[in-house]
């Protein structure tokens, strides 16, 4: 189909937006077009149509039929096509539309100036906007805007092809213009390439060849090194000539500081901190203000600090370029004996390969490392301390706030060496399926060596420690007198840990659920008192405290020796719903040096809906004493059973129970079954409540 003019002609490739670039009319729709045109006129004076010179000449004549076309050509506004209404010899012709685009060349003799062009043309300019393209020859170079005039008509502001007026020395001599009236304006058909723009690239390009010749002439003169691969060209000292130098040899050249830039490292020294025995504090704290991570390498001598460094900068690390020796060797040593060392109110920092030695636990020293979430946000802590060796404080590394990773590091001297607890009370949201979700998280305390505590070595019992889950500890050592753990667990998982010489308790659980004590070693030889808990001996294993309420415990794979006491403990005032006691084995444990007839597990609280299976202790109560049970209860005991726990070389009966049980009850097909005290097998669908509940099984003797 034949487009219109109107859209073959049109500005823009996309009509009507500018931003869519001009548009070139082609060639082949101009053909078209001009065919469909001729065969238009082909057809009006096919049909009888008829052609006059001017309107008044076709007005002169009413012979024609009603609705005989007629064109008017030549009689400028009054050209176009009309129709004639009436009957022959009356009526009168009337106006259909101008002539479709006519091509109409007009003629610039230099009249006018070279801003105000003045033309003429034997076809008249139809009024209508774009009724027909126009071509004028250009006489004079402009100096701004530019006008037109045609056959003495108004004048018209010509428009670039993007509707902007002419810049100066966009028109030259000899140029031919191509447009159409539209809007009181006279509008372009194409933007025109500028012989000015191109004599001045053509100057500009003569100019460079020029600057070619001459800088290749001026190096022809100038005498370098050959070249070399991965090497750089720098003045020498005295600046009479250039050498060659590596990279390497090039970053050698720069400022330390410059160079340190580069590779992302700041040394201590970058900051003038020495270790020549004066107090460094200020020099520590400005590196520490400066957000850098800055490198400690092996000192000859400690870093004194006198007083308390600050770490505010997120993500900021202070790393040692070695491992360093094992308590021993220098170290960054504070020196003052009140409040705290490192404070740490940003998140994502890292300790890494330092040795932090204060003056020791008793020194009055707080915390070597301190983090803690400020108290007006809410930003988790999320706090690193790896391969460090931190000691000689009242507590190593201490967290408030959530998140922490403290993995490999070295705890000594001090009283308690990991100390967690969180800034507020967790609400959680409705949201939440778990309403511990959100307190403490991702806390891992891994592979860590702990010695010479005088209170703990893992604490989780702040003001809000209750609130706190998601505890993994795993793979740490203790060689020390004092218990491992003391506080809360929530979903939280103990793994392999190896713990000698506990004096104390190993673990001290004050609250919690879903707590797993999965395999470890827990054991040692020292058999003293533990202060603050009375005469305990060596301690249990594991002792739920202080109106402990526990939903979910299960310890299973633990291997216990050398132990005093019961190796587990419920005190008169706990609670634990759902105990998993399974898998467990155990040498010389309950020995009792004072005569004591401690129990392996020993229930003075309340214990409910357990199971305790697969258990082997061997020599079990020191004391030979016939009342030194597998499980005594003094409280209460609900939903109880088991099966296949082995006690050679024990006294004692495997249980005693306020039901006057024997022994745990094993689940077979939805019954209990035990054996009462004297030997009989006893069968009851409910728990039993007494040795003697139930019924007897077939017949016995």
Same mark, same amino acid.
């Given at each position: 189909?034949?487009?219109?003019?109107?859209?073959?002609?049109?500005?823009?490739?996309?009509?009507?937006?500018?931003?869519?670039?001009?548009?070139?009319?082609?060639?082949?729709?101009?053909?078209?077009? %001009?065919?469909?045109?001729?065969?238009?006129?082909?057809?009006?004076?096919?049909?009888?149509? !008829?052609?006059?010179?001017?309107?008044?000449?076709?007005?002169?004549?009413?012979?024609?039929?009603?609705?005989?076309?007629?064109?008017?050509?030549?009689?400028?506004?009054?050209?176009?096509?009309?129709?004639?209404?009436?009957?022959?010899?009356?009526?009168?012709?009337?106006?259909?539309?101008?002539?479709?685009?006519?091509?109409?060349?007009?003629?610039?003799?230099?009249?006018?100036?070279?801003?105000?062009?003045?033309?003429?043309?034997? *076809?008249?300019?139809?009024?209508?906007?774009?009724?027909?393209?126009?071509?004028?020859?250009? &006489?004079? $170079?402009? =100096?701004?805007?530019?006008?037109?005039?045609?056959?003495?008509?108004?004048?018209?502001?010509?428009?670039?092809?993007?509707?902007?007026?002419?810049?100066?020395?966009?028109?030259?001599?000899?140029?031919?213009?191509?447009?159409?009236?539209?809007?009181?304006?006279?509008?372009?058909?194409?933007?025109?390439?500028?012989?000015?723009?191109?004599?001045?690239?053509?100057?500009?390009?003569?100019?460079?060849?020029?600057?070619?010749?001459?800088?290749?002439?001026?190096?022809?003169?100038?005498?370098?090194?050959?070249?070399?691969?991965?090497?750089?060209?720098?003045?020498?000292?005295?600046?009479?000539?250039?050498?060659?130098?590596?990279?390497?040899?090039?970053?050698?050249?720069?400022?330390?500081?410059?160079?340190?830039?580069?590779?992302?490292?700041?040394?201590?020294?970058?900051?003038?901190? !020495?270790?020549?025995?004066?107090?460094?504090?200020?020099?520590?704290? @400005?590196?520490?203000?400066?957000?850098?991570?800055?490198?400690?390498?092996?000192?000859?001598?400690?870093?004194?600090?006198?007083?308390?460094?600050?770490?505010?900068?997120?993500?900021?690390?202070?790393?040692?370029?070695?491992?360093?020796?094992?308590?021993?060797?220098?170290?960054?040593?504070?020196?003052?004996?009140?409040?705290?060392?490192?404070?740490?109110?940003?998140?994502?920092?890292?300790?890494?390969?330092?040795?932090?030695?204060?003056?020791?636990?008793?020194?009055?020293?707080?915390?070597? +490392?301190?983090?803690?979430?400020?108290?007006?946000?809410? &930003?988790?802590?999320?706090?690193?301390?790896?391969?460090?060796?931190?000691?000689?404080?009242?507590?190593?590394?201490?967290?408030?706030?959530?998140?922490?990773?403290?993995?490999?590091?070295?705890?000594?001297? #001090?009283?308690?060496?990991?100390?967690?607890?969180?800034?507020? *009370?967790?609400?959680?949201?409705?949201?939440?399926?778990? =309403?511990?979700?959100?307190?403490?998280?991702?806390?891992?305390?891994?592979?860590?060596?702990?010695?010479?505590?005088?209170?703990?070595?893992?604490?989780?019992?702040?003001?809000?420690? $209750?609130?706190?889950?998601?505890?993994?500890?795993?793979?740490?050592? $203790?060689?020390?007198?004092?218990?491992?753990?003391?506080?809360?667990?929530?979903?939280?998982?103990?793994?392999?840990?190896?713990? &000698?010489?506990?004096?104390?308790?190993?673990?001290?659980?004050?609250?919690?659920?879903?707590?797993?004590?999965?395999?470890?070693?827990?054991?040692?030889?020292?058999?003293?008192?533990?202060?603050?808990?009375?005469?305990?001996?060596?301690?249990?294993?594991?002792?739920?405290?202080?109106?402990?309420?526990?939903? %979910?415990? #299960?310890?299973? %794979?633990?291997?216990?020796?050398?132990?005093?006491?019961?190796?587990?403990?419920?005190?008169?005032?706990?609670?634990?719903? %759902?105990? #998993?006691?399974?898998?467990?084995?155990?040498?010389?444990?309950?020995?009792?040096?004072?005569?004591?007839?401690?129990?392996?597990?020993?229930?003075?609280?309340?214990?409910?809906?357990?199971?305790? @299976?697969?258990?082997?202790?061997?020599? *079990?109560?020191?004391?030979?004493?016939?009342?030194?049970?597998?499980?005594?209860?003094?409280?209460?005991?609900?939903?109880?059973?088991?099966?296949?726990?082995?006690?050679?070389?024990?006294?004692?009966?495997?249980?005693?129970?306020?039901?006057?049980?024997?022994?745990?009850?094993?689940?077979?097909?939805?019954?209990?079954?035990?054996?009462?005290? +004297?030997?009989?097998?006893?069968?009851?669908?409910?728990?039993? =409540?007494?040795? #003697?509940?139930? &019924?007897?099984?077939?017949?016995?003797?």
């Amino acid at each position: 189909m034949v487009q219109t003019a109107n859209t073959i002609f049109r500005d823009f490739a996309t009509d009507g937006v500018p931003a869519s670039g001009a548009h070139p009319p082609r060639k082949v729709e101009i053909r078209e077009w %001009g065919t469909w045109l001729e065969a238009q006129i082909g057809a009006v004076l096919s049909a009888g149509g !008829k052609i006059y010179a001017s309107k008044a000449q076709m007005n002169a004549d009413l012979s024609p039929a009603a609705n005989t076309p007629a064109i008017v050509m030549g009689d400028g506004a009054n050209d176009g096509y009309y129709q004639k209404v009436g009957a022959p010899g009356s009526g009168s012709w009337v106006f259909r539309g101008p002539l479709p685009y006519s091509f109409i060349r007009a003629s610039n003799i230099g009249a006018g100036s070279p801003n105000a062009i003045v033309a003429t043309s034997s *076809v008249a300019i139809p009024a209508a906007d774009a009724a027909a393209l126009i071509t004028v020859n250009v &006489t004079m $170079q402009n =100096t701004g805007p530019v006008s037109v005039s045609f056959n003495g008509s108004a004048a018209l502001d010509i428009l670039t092809s993007t509707g902007n007026p002419l810049s100066a020395g966009y028109l030259l001599p000899g140029m031919l213009l191509t447009g159409f009236v539209e809007n009181g304006k006279f509008r372009l058909l194409t933007d025109i390439a500028s012989s000015a723009i191109v004599a001045a690239a053509e100057a500009a390009q003569r100019a460079a060849e020029a600057a070619q010749s001459a800088a290749e002439a001026a190096a022809a003169g100038v005498n370098l090194p050959p070249v070399t691969a991965n090497t750089m060209l720098v003045d020498n000292a005295d600046g009479t000539a250039r050498e060659t130098k590596t990279f390497a040899e090039v970053l050698n050249l720069l400022s330390p500081k410059i160079k340190n830039r580069i590779d992302d490292v700041w040394y201590a020294s970058d900051f003038g901190i !020495k270790s020549n025995g004066s107090d460094q504090r200020a020099k520590l704290q @400005s590196a520490l203000d400066s957000g850098e991570n800055i490198a400690f390498p092996p000192l000859a001598n400690p870093i004194v600090c006198d007083g308390d460094l600050t770490i505010s900068v997120s993500g900021q690390k202070l790393y040692g370029l070695a491992s360093p020796a094992a308590l021993s060797g220098p170290a960054i040593t504070p020196v003052h004996t009140s409040g705290d060392f490192l404070k740490i109110t940003a998140p994502n920092v890292i300790l890494e390969k330092l040795r932090i030695k204060g003056p020791g636990r008793t020194s009055g020293l707080g915390k070597l +490392a301190k983090f803690e979430r400020p108290s007006t946000t809410a &930003t988790d802590i999320d706090g690193f301390v790896r391969d460090c060796i931190l000691e000689g404080a009242d507590i190593g590394a201490y967290f408030n706030g959530r998140g922490a990773f403290i993995e490999r590091n070295i705890f000594n001297d #001090t009283r308690v060496h990991i100390d967690l607890d969180h800034p507020t *009370v967790f609400a959680a949201p409705t949201s939440y399926r778990n =309403t511990l979700q959100g307190g403490a998280r991702k806390y891992r305390i891994l592979g860590n060596y702990f010695h010479s505590a005088s209170l703990r070595s893992i604490r989780i019992n702040g003001a809000n420690a $209750q609130h706190m889950h998601g505890v993994l500890i795993e793979g740490n050592f $203790q060689d020390d007198v004092q218990p491992f753990f003391e506080g809360w667990l929530n979903d939280a998982t103990v793994g392999v840990n190896n713990v &000698t010489c506990c004096t104390g308790h190993v673990f001290i659980l004050k609250g919690g659920r879903n707590i797993s004590i999965a395999g470890g070693n827990y054991g040692g030889d020292v058999l003293t008192s533990l202060s603050g808990y009375g005469s305990l001996g060596r301690a249990l294993c594991v002792w739920l405290f202080e109106g402990f309420v526990g939903e %979910g415990v #299960t310890i299973t %794979g633990v291997a216990v020796a050398q132990n005093s006491r019961a190796v587990m403990s419920i005190d008169a005032a706990s609670t634990v719903r %759902g105990l #998993t006691f399974t898998g467990n084995t155990g040498k010389n444990v309950c020995l009792g040096n004072d005569n004591r007839t401690d129990p392996i597990i020993d229930v003075a609280g309340v214990l409910e809906e357990a199971t305790i @299976s697969n258990n082997t202790f061997r020599t *079990v109560s020191m004391s030979n004493n016939s009342n030194a049970n597998f499980l005594r209860v003094t409280g209460s005991m609900t939903a109880v059973c088991g099966e296949s726990n082995r006690r050679p070389n024990t006294f004692g009966a495997e249980m005693s129970t306020p039901q006057g049980l024997m022994t745990l009850p094993a689940v077979i097909g939805g019954r209990h079954l035990w054996h009462d005290s +004297a030997g009989k097998l006893r069968t009851s669908a409910p728990y039993p =409540t007494s040795d #003697t509940a139930g &019924t007897i099984v077939g017949t016995q003797t």
